[in-house]
């Protein structure tokens, strides 16, 4: 049990290539793009945008981000002033405070979580409907 093979387990290095962390305390003045997992527990006075489909940003009870967020999936437990795009999912955890319009695929919220804007789904069927335009006659009325 002490002694047991090692190589198929992942190293604690590649395991957390991707992952970057904005710790408590830090102040990021500008907008932050990132590609694997973004972890934000200080704040950033910007747009944070996930590049690739697999982007997931975490926002921890003490975070802050003063800015859009636009990525594919999101977990949200500290405060964002500003719209968020989530177009995959979306979690809402208890302690997230959201001032502004949230667009998302998937919608998770858990009870204690607010949203003080407007809540829209932005899935595949989302896709403006417009009413057929009316037929124009060709043959003259008569009264």
Do not use: C, W
């Amino acid at each position: 049990m002490l002694s047991r093979n090692k190589r198929n387990e992942p190293t604690s290095s590649s395991r957390h290539a991707e992952t970057s962390l904005i710790s408590q305390g830090t102040i990021i003045r500008g907008d932050v793009r990132f590609t694997g997992t973004l972890h934000v527990e200080g704040r950033v006075e910007g747009s944070v945008l996930g590049e690739g489909a697999n982007a997931v940003f975490t926002l921890s009870e003490h975070g802050q981000v003063q800015g859009e967020v636009r990525v594919p999936h999101a977990m949200i437990n500290g405060q964002v002033t500003g719209d968020i795009y989530a177009s995959v999912r979306l979690e809402l955890a208890a302690q997230a405070r959201v001032t502004g319009d949230v667009r998302y695929s998937s919608l998770e919220m858990a009870a204690g979580a607010q949203v003080n804007g407007r809540i829209a789904h932005q899935g595949d069927d989302h896709v403006q409907r417009e009413l057929p335009a009316p037929e124009v006659r060709t043959d003259p009325v008569t009264a």
